[in-house]
């Protein structure tokens, strides 16, 4: 007998074009159509994919799975509600309409705003998707959207004598062609070849613990990675989370708070309702410094003893979902920049992000800053590059002094278990009164 069964299928429709150094070097296009399902028998999980069956064959291949399946593990959902919806989110101006070469001229715009002197290398990418998510249960729920994600990457390299810098930029959401002009993707090209050559002439940061202005986007990075991933239910279960029995308890400065919400429209993260049908809606992690509870799967939500949140998502029919961030945020505080930098004394602002890593078990980071500025007596003067930040998530939590009023968000690709699935960071100017800065020794 089985237990419970789902079943999703998923049809993309994408295109992907590559420009270097101006000229076209690649132009993609796919379709997909396939069935995922799974099945609990005697508690016990199958699985099945496909793209040459239909769903009740996919259905059956699960079942015989979980039958097969000798697993001392036995799990257990926790009780949702139903589901019961069809929402098509149409853009204004659907990416299906436009012509290749209306792309392709969009990319070599960008390019020639970037190209500027000192450039020596410069690579772009388009990408659309129009993607259909059909969702069923054996409890009854259904459900069924339709989205478009539309992005441009893009990435400029200056050179002068031996020193090489690079600079890069962004833009993606669940829009269609529009969100090109929204974002005024032609000034971000050009203050990308911009800061590209600024770079080359920015000295080595000093290091050592001092205040320090991180910006949204870096902000957004600390958020997603060291805060965000802890509170991923599966992580938390598996004992590798410095969050775990730390619901209810303080771990920041009053000022944090903290959501996680697909349903804000036009992010790249954003989802109608996730692999398991549960619908869109903020999920609270930490408000006023206090960690309110996890991200969780109907699985994960029964192993925590904490509710089900819709953070079930997987990269595609073939994978396995996981417990995984969509739209994660720092909301904004009441301060200017101004005001945090007139603050303090002697510091840093980091801008931009070039990634990094993050340890959730034992709560500590790493970070890399595209570039910042120094700060001294209050006012912002010389351009710093290749700047590390590290520290401990808890502490830098605590040590959150001023938010900024306003907040940004930065799109990506987040990893996790060999998947990469659509989210957005968002963060205002956070001031953080000690953190660890690494860098090089020219002053």
């Not at 070849?193 to 000295?203: Q, R, S, T, Y």
């Not at 600390?222 to 279960?237: Q, R």
């Not at 509710?307 to 996981?322: A, C, I, K, L």
Request: aromatic letters at 6%; a neutral charge; hydrophobic letters at 30%.
């Amino acid at each position: 007998m089985t237990d419970f069964y789902e079943i999703i299928e998923v049809n993309s429709d994408g295109n992907t074009i590559t420009l270097e150094d101006g000229e076209v070097d690649e132009v993609t296009s796919t379709s997909v159509d396939g069935f995922y399902a799974r099945a609990l028998v005697n508690q016990r999980w199958g699985f099945a994919s496909t793209t040459s069956m239909n769903k009740e064959e996919t259905l059956k291949r699960a079942k015989k799975s979980a039958r097969q399946n000798n697993s001392n593990e036995k799990q257990q959902l926790a009780e949702t509600k139903k589901l019961n919806k069809e929402i098509n989110l149409k853009p204004n101006k659907n990416p299906k309409e436009i012509p290749i070469s209306e792309k392709i001229d969009l990319l070599k715009d960008c390019y020639n705003k970037a190209n500027q002197k000192k450039i020596k290398s410069t690579k772009f990418q388009y990408s659309d998707q129009q993607l259909v998510f059909n969702y069923e249960n054996s409890e009854g729920s259904l459900g069924r959207y339709k989205l478009n994600r539309t992005g441009l990457s893009g990435k400029a390299i200056a050179k002068e004598g031996n020193e090489i810098q690079t600079a890069s930029t962004r833009v993606y959401g669940t829009k269609g062609f529009e969100i090109f002009k929204e974002n005024d993707i032609y000034d971000k090209s050009k203050q990308m070849g911009e800061k590209a050559i600024d770079l080359l002439d920015a000295k080595r940061p000093p290091s050592g613990k001092m205040p320090a202005i991180m910006g949204p986007e870096l902000a957004g990075v600390f958020v997603h990675e060291a805060v965000g991933h802890a509170t991923e239910g599966d992580i938390v279960s598996k004992d590798n989370s410095i969050l775990k029995g730390k619901v209810g308890e303080k771990i920041g400065n009053e000022k944090v708070n903290i959501k996680d919400n697909p349903s804000l429209k036009g992010k790249y993260g954003s989802i109608p309702f996730d692999w398991e049908g549960i619908r869109a809606q903020e999920t609270k992690l930490v408000e006023s410094g206090k960690l309110l509870g996890y991200l969780n799967s109907r699985e994960t939500a029964k192993t925590n003893e904490g509710r089900v949140t819709p953070n079930s998502r997987s990269e595609s029919f073939s994978s396995t979902p996981q417990v995984r961030m969509t739209n994660t945020y720092l909301e904004e505080g009441n301060w200017s920049l101004e005001e945090m930098i007139e603050e303090i004394q002697e510091g840093i602002l980091l801008t931009g992000s070039r990634g990094g890593q993050v340890s959730t078990g034992e709560g500590t980071f790493q970070f890399n800053a595209e570039d910042g500025y120094l700060i001294k007596d209050g006012e912002k003067k010389d351009q710093v590059k290749d700047v590390s930040l590290s520290g401990k998530t808890l502490e830098v939590l605590k040590n959150i002094k001023g938010l900024g009023k306003e907040k940004e968000f930065s799109p990506g690709r987040c990893g996790k278990g060999g998947q990469l699935v659509p989210v957005s960071d968002g963060a205002p100017y956070t001031y953080v009164e000690d953190l660890l800065v690494g860098g090089g020794s020219d002053f």
